[in-house]
């Protein structure tokens, strides 16, 4: 620790921060451009100078960018001496000398670094006349909008996207007082984390595309804490609404999870949230005596629509509930509630379940932790065994990234750089970085700053973890008849893995393999055996509850389907889950046509939903509140951002563990009584001792900051009682909120200076953009104040049980039959976000991928049609020839032909054949 003087107050600081660091953590403002607490320093604005003096009888100083100048323990320095002052309000009007001062039409308006900083240095006054330097702008693709001139070259955005993210095509060209931000040649940003370039831009020059095609300020946008459900990272999120749709998602601060940053999925595949075509009122379908039902719908009241349902039901001898891993703990415990726990599902197909319960097992019994991805950040050996991170869990491949990245920091140490010093930390590691090992079916985006990148069967990919649990430690199960080559590979692992400190095994659910998930789990019982008190084991699940539901139990959705198929059971209610995306649709369709009576609830109109006898419009995470539990087996809340029928009254969406509440009342012919969140989720904490933890969540509904809740609105929310003109002149009082502390309104509780874990959306006094998180956090970069949102499930525990024994047989290539797997997709690989149009845009036309020598055998150029036939389903894909995928291996993109399942479920891995398709690819029609 350090004693700084600033302006005549004595302050204690941490002595490796830079001056700028330390202030802005005391809560000083200074202003700044080109430093990022993620990036740290690079000295390129100028803009964040003052004034430091010798020592106390200096009265004359000198000038230093308190971004590149170290905390010294006795230091004197002032940021409000004039002279700085003066310097910095000089380099704000320079920086700004080519900028079109364009705020009223510049999307970042209200929401802008730029704005903040030309307010606190006190330039208000444009004195330049000639002409100004103009730029062409590029198409950048469905995500990001661009308008170069009002860039005051930062160099932000390249740190970020080229350094920090692994981007290969935005670059700086140019020199001097002419730099252009932008790619060789106009087209699609390529990196999967190009949306945040919209947070890191301190200017308008990289907006949100998708706002754009709807804008609205940010000061008019309701906003409410929530959890991204794309996929199982877990991300925190601030969605923002107006006139009753998703306008916006910005990254919400997690010092324990995403940082300052999200994946391109979670920031612009809320388009589901906005469908014209979801089901808003209650639908019922009469059947006919050939059990057929009726093509059109008839739409019921809510009153009538559960009557309806609970008549059917009555009629029934057994209620089969099918939950969901995309809807929270609470609707899932609900529906759990409503037919019995002996008779609810998990909607969860066998294999994906078992490999899920295995997961969560050896999360609790092998003796070592599960990283946080900030956690991830600091390992310092990496060994990922079968998961493509950037296209399974694009944030848990962020934090890789950075964790090969932190050697540079540790060179740096060791020549006394501190790592803030970003360029020298750069200089000085080059090509350096922690080890990675990568073992995949085909080449990924993190190959390049891997230590070795090998390419195998899913059955060869375990056998080298198993290979390397034995390298460290003799007495795990050793695997036969081990090629020379690969025992190489595991040698070497081993010993990167033992030299390291915070060594961490990173393997999942993508293959659908349980010899990958027993390997990681053998390698991370003997880095616990070898006294590795910080190793870690990660585990990848697919949806964003999966691992929730693992948790909260049920069976299996195989299960659940032979019930209906034998007759045992005869009614079913299915939550947010559409089957036919898990199972083969003959299978599906068989089942549900044997049960009397089917119930779905969903706020998509799937192909389950258009086979319900009654559906009941659910709530997405925009409109409801509820538990997920992420990867690392952290619980978090998401709260709803709006309520669909303030400002549609015609809407009868409802949260889905309300509906079931209600529809239970129904059935048992009791009052429907008001349910509160809180005590729901407190009954759910009672299920499984593994969920005990639950009430310490998240603050009570009750919770006040002096007396007030919590508001969902900036203070300087407009409109409001206009907004429903249309409707009525008459304005109603806004909704009231019984769940939570927060209020559908601008009246409440939205300032920084009172400690809280949920924060709806950072503003503070003078910072009005995403920098103003900086007012939340202990030390900026570090944690919230309050603790960061969640609780963890998964605490260290002694090891317990053994080695996994039983190894896979390595690969073998057969002559007629290939072995065929699914490869992950970030764009088009979620069921949900699959419904967006931005994220549409960005998926890739669905194509088989082969390897050279097998199309070759097969007699299959690049972009040929190909029959492939799993099974029962035979379906055609035009070709990819891949340079990477080893002989025998054919990859299907995962989730993007939803006509082909099983064979393309995720987390599948099947036999087939392969051969010259006989459909010509580009029209669909059968060649002659």
């Known amino acids: 620790m350090a004693t700084i003087h600033v302006d005549g107050n004595d302050y204690e600081v941490e002595d490796s921060d830079n001056l700028l660091h330390a202030c802005l953590s005391l809560g000083l403002d200074i202003p700044y451009f080109c430093w990022h607490p993620a990036m740290g320093s690079v000295g390129a604005c100028r803009q964040c100078a003052v004034k430091q003096y010798k020592d106390a009888d200096d009265d004359r100083g000198m000038l230093v960018m308190s971004c590149m100048a170290p905390v010294k323990d006795d230091a004197y320095i002032s940021i409000a001496d004039d002279e700085a002052k003066a310097f910095r309000e000089t380099v704000i009007e320079w920086l700004m000398v080519n900028h079109p001062h364009d705020c009223p039409v510049c999307e970042e308006g209200g929401h802008c670094h730029l704005q903040d900083m030309t307010v606190m240095t006190g330039h208000d006054r444009r004195r330049y006349r000639f002409r100004k330097r ?10 990001i909008a661009h308008e170069m001139n009002r860039c005051i070259t930062c160099y932000r955005c390249t740190r970020f996207y080229q350094d920090y993210a692994g981007g290969e095509d935005l670059g700086a060209f140019g020199a001097h007082d002419n730099v252009y931000f932008g790619r060789y040649e106009e087209g699609t940003l390529e990196s999967e984390f190009s949306g945040n370039l919209t947070e890191v831009c301190p200017t308008g020059v990289f907006t949100d595309q998708t706002h754009s095609d709807h804008y609205t300020r940010k000061w008019d946008l309701q906003f409410a804490p929530s959890i991204c459900h794309q996929c199982a990272a877990g991300c925190n999120i601030s969605p923002g609404e107006r ?4 306008r916006r998602i910005e990254n919400r601060y997690n010092g324990d999870v995403n940082g300052y940053f ?5 920031r612009f595949g809320y388009g589901y949230v906005n469908r014209q075509d979801r089901p808003t009122r209650p639908e019922w379908r009469q059947r006919s005596h050939e059990r057929a039902l009726a093509e059109s719908p008839t739409t019921l009241e809510v009153d009538a629509a559960l009557d309806c349902a609970a008549d059917s039901l009555r009629g029934a001898k057994r209620i089969i509930g099918i939950g969901s891993p995309r809807a929270s703990l609470e609707s899932n415990h609900m529906l759990a509630q409503l037919v019995g726990e002996a008779n609810f599902s998990t909607g969860i197909e066998a294999g994906e379940l078992t490999r899920i319960r295995r997961m969560q097992a050896l999360n609790r019994e092998t003796g070592v932790a599960t990283p946080s991805l900030r956690e991830i950040e600091h390992a310092d050996a990496v060994l990922v065994l079968g998961e493509d991170l950037i296209q399974s869990a694009a944030r848990v491949g962020l934090s890789v990234r950075q964790a090969v990245r932190g050697k540079g920091a540790e060179l740096g140490a060791t020549r006394g750089i501190p790592d803030w010093n970003a360029e020298a930390i750069k200089t000085i590691a080059q090509d350096a970085g922690h080890p990675l090992f990568l073992a995949t079916p085909e080449a990924t985006k993190l190959d390049g700053i891997a230590a070795h990148a090998w390419r195998a069967a899913p059955q060869d990919i375990a056998r080298l973890g198993f290979a390397v649990a034995h390298a460290l430690d003799p007495t795990a199960p050793a695997v036969a008849d081990l090629e020379a080559e690969l025992a190489r590979l595991a040698e070497r692992c081993a010993d990167a893995l033992l030299a390291a400190k915070r060594p961490l095994v990173i393997a999942g659910d993508s293959l659908g393999d349980m010899a990958i998930i027993e390997a990681a ?4 019982r003997a880095l616990a055996r070898r006294q590795k008190a910080e190793a870690g084991l990660t585990l990848i699940r697919r949806e964003a509850n999966s691992v929730g539901l693992g948790l909260l139990g049920g069976e299996s959705l195989d299960w659940a389907l032979e019930r209906l198929e034998h007759g045992d059971a005869d009614g ?16 599906v369709e068989a089942a549900l046509t044997e049960a009397g009576c089917v119930v779905v609830i969903d706020h998509q109109r799937t192909t389950t939903w258009e086979r319900a006898d009654i559906g009941l419009p659910a709530g997405t995470f925009a409109e409801s509140d509820g538990t997920l539990v992420s990867l690392e087996g952290r619980a978090q809340r998401f709260y709803q951002v709006f309520d669909p029928s303030y400002l549609r009254p015609e809407s009868r969406i409802r949260e889905s563990w309300r509906w079931l509440h209600a529809l239970k009342a129904t059935l048992e012919r009791q009052t429907v009584e008001t349910i509160v969140l809180d005590e729901l989720t407190e009954a759910v904490a009672g299920v499984a001792p593994a969920l005990a933890a639950l009430h310490r969540n998240t603050p009570e509904s009750l919770f006040r900051i002096h007396g007030l809740k919590l508001a969902r609105e900036p203070h300087r929310y407009s409109g409001r009682t206009a907004m429903r003109a249309n409707l009525d002149v008459n304005e109603p009082r806004a ?10 309104s601008m009246e409440g509780y939205s300032g920084y200076r009172e400690p809280r874990r949920e924060v709806a959306f950072a503003w503070a006094p003078g910072w009005n953009s995403p920098q103003a998180w900086n007012k939340f956090q202990d030390e900026v970069g570090g944690h919230l104040r309050a603790g960061d949102p969640g609780v963890r499930l998964f605490p260290v525990q002694p090891a317990s049980g053994d080695y996994c024994a039983t190894l896979p047989d390595a690969f073998a290539r057969s002559e007629h039959e ?3 797997v699914d490869l992950p997709q970030l764009f088009g690989g979620d069921e949900m976000s699959r419904r967006a149009e931005p994220i549409q845009a960005r998926m890739a036309p669905p194509r088989v991928a082969l390897s050279h020598a097998d199309a ?19 379906f055609v894909l035009s070709a990819r020839l891949s340079p990477s995928l080893p002989n025998g291996i054919v990859g299907l993109p995962a989730g993007s032909v939803p006509e082909a399942a099983p064979a393309l479920t995720p987390g599948t891995i099947r036999r087939g054949r392969v051969a010259p398709g006989a459909r010509d690819i580009g029209t669909g029609e059968a060649r002659s």
């Open 134 to 143: 103009t730029h062409r702008n590029q198409n950048l693709g469905p995500f």
């Open 243 to 246: 006139y009753g749709d998703i």
């Open 262 to 266: 999200l994946c391109d999925r979670g």
């Open 521 to 524: 789990g053998n390698v991370a």
């Open 572 to 587: 079913v209610v299915i939550l947010e889950n559409d089957l036919y995306t898990r199972l083969s649709a003959a299978r």
């Open 735 to 744: 909704s009231v909120d019984l769940d939570t502390p927060f209020a559908f």
């Open 818 to 820: 290939w072995q065929i």
């Open 856 to 874: 070759a055998r097969l007699g299959i150029d690049a972009g040929a049609p190909v029959s492939i036939t799993v099974g029962e389903a035979t």
